[in-house]
């Protein structure tokens, strides 16, 4: 029910009620009689101008209720699809909606045909063949011409991930479930401003931008969000965004770590269910424990001790507050780079050069200098060995910096 209440807002309607039950679904209102009646009058009671259902309803089911209410009636499925038709920006987010939208058309167009043909003469139930059939096949030629329009989009954009490809950057791609915070994530990344909103499906089309992983340009990918039961026809319309995440090295697992452990545990699944429905299985998984800053130290913790079941790594950050940012790159950096070039500054005491001959032992030493008060080490390493040293060097009150790399997987022998 609260996320049924999110997804209407974020299509822009006020909530004035509610009515649930649980049965099994009736043919003719999905509901049982008695509900329906009390629906009718909840409906004037309320001057309600809109019925949302949380199941899907057939078109039988709609105009039944429609009628017997006075209102318009959708489902959840029709409620998802207004969402994404007002925030579709992109030619090819709009050209996905307008096919999902003629796949149910397609899909219930005999059944609608009828139903319209009733309302016309009533009592009429028979219907020529010939008119479903011209129906029928004028909403299929409308498929065929926006599947023909989104291949020629959809072509484009594989050739810049071909030429991405060629370049041979590392890329990330972001996943998780609706308003987990993944554009947020994103821009912290990045850098760059996209757009965020505490509604659901704030984005519907994927942006790439170039990352700075420790020196080394990685490509990092933000894309639409995963919703439990996603209707089928927008996971098919969706299918060639939603597969972007299919071509990365590495994806990023976005969770709102601040939500009840219930519902932590039911977006995880949904998540991981459609990773694997499209096809991106195998891959290495970070999972990011989001919005770190809603939850106190105590919480935090016993969160991810429950969540020790999963066998991925579990990042908690917040990318609102920029909280823990550095530990994901490294974490990021330790699954797609093998090694990073660094410069440690340590100054000369006590304790530098034992730090030197550990450097010596754990990465490629490219070039030592020394000054009056300190030295500079440049170095190649496993990233959690720079990070450790970083630490070390921080520790020791010297400075730390990861340096650009020339060639991005640089070929080095520890
Ligand atoms: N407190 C807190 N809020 C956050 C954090 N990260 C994101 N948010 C908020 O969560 C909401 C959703 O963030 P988005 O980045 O739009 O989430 P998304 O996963 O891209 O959502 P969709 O594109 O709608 O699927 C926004 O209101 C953000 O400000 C965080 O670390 N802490
Ligand atoms: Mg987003």
Not at 235 to 250: Q, Y
Request: proline letters at 3%.
């Amino acid at each position: 029910m609260e996320e049924l209440k999110s997804l209407a807002e974020a299509a822009g309607y006020e909530v004035v009620g509610f009515l649930e039950q649980v049965t099994h679904p009736h043919s003719r209102y999905r509901i049982g009689r008695g509900k329906a009646e009390e629906l009718e009058r909840m409906v004037s009671e309320l001057g309600a101008e809109k019925i949302i259902f949380g199941e899907e309803l057939n078109v039988t089911q709609i105009y039944n209720l429609a009628k017997l209410t006075g209102v318009e009636v959708i489902d959840r499925f029709q409620l998802i699809l207004e969402i994404f038709d007002r925030r579709a920006s992109t030619r090819e987010a709009k050209l996905q909606i307008e096919l999902a939208r003629w796949r149910y058309e397609l899909a219930h167009a005999r059944e609608k045909v009828r139903l319209a043909k009733m309302g016309e003469q009533p009592g009429f139930l028979g219907l020529g063949k010939y008119e479903v059939d011209v129906y029928y096949e004028t909403v299929k030629r409308h498929v065929h011409s926006i599947q023909e329009k989104l291949r020629r989009v959809r072509r484009t954009r594989e050739l810049h991930r071909h030429r991405r490809r060629e370049l041979g950057f590392p890329t990330i791609s972001l996943a998780g479930y609706t308003n987990s915070g993944k554009s947020t994530l994103f821009k912290t990344l990045t850098g760059e401003d996209v757009p965020i909103d505490d509604g659901l499906f704030t984005t519907l089309s994927t942006t790439t931008r170039v990352m700075n992983l420790l020196g080394v340009p990685a490509l990092l990918t933000d894309t639409v969000g995963f919703i439990d039961r996603l209707p089928i026809t927008l996971v098919e319309a969706f299918r060639s965004t939603l597969e972007e995440t299919i071509f990365a090295d590495l994806i990023l697992l976005v969770v709102d770590i601040s939500e009840s452990e219930d519902e932590i545990r039911r977006k995880l699944e949904c998540c991981l269910n459609t990773l694997r429905e499209i096809g991106a299985t195998g891959m290495p998984i970070i999972a990011v424990l989001n919005k770190i800053d809603l939850l106190s130290d105590e919480e935090l913790q016993s969160k991810i001790t429950r969540l020790g079941d999963y066998s991925f790594d579990l990042v908690p950050v917040s990318a609102l507050h920029r909280m823990n940012i550095d530990e994901l790159k490294v974490k990021i950096a330790g699954h797609i780079l093998r090694h990073v070039r660094s410069l440690a500054v340590i100054p000369i005491n006590g304790d530098s050069f034992s730090l030197l001959s550990w450097i010596y032992n754990h990465a490629k030493v490219l070039e030592v200098s020394y000054g009056n008060s300190d030295l500079k080490v440049s170095f190649y390493a496993e990233p959690t060995v720079a990070e450790k040293v970083k630490h070390r060097v921080e520790e020791l009150g010297g400075a730390f910096k990861y340096e650009a790399t020339e060639g991005l997987y640089p070929q080095i022998e520890s």
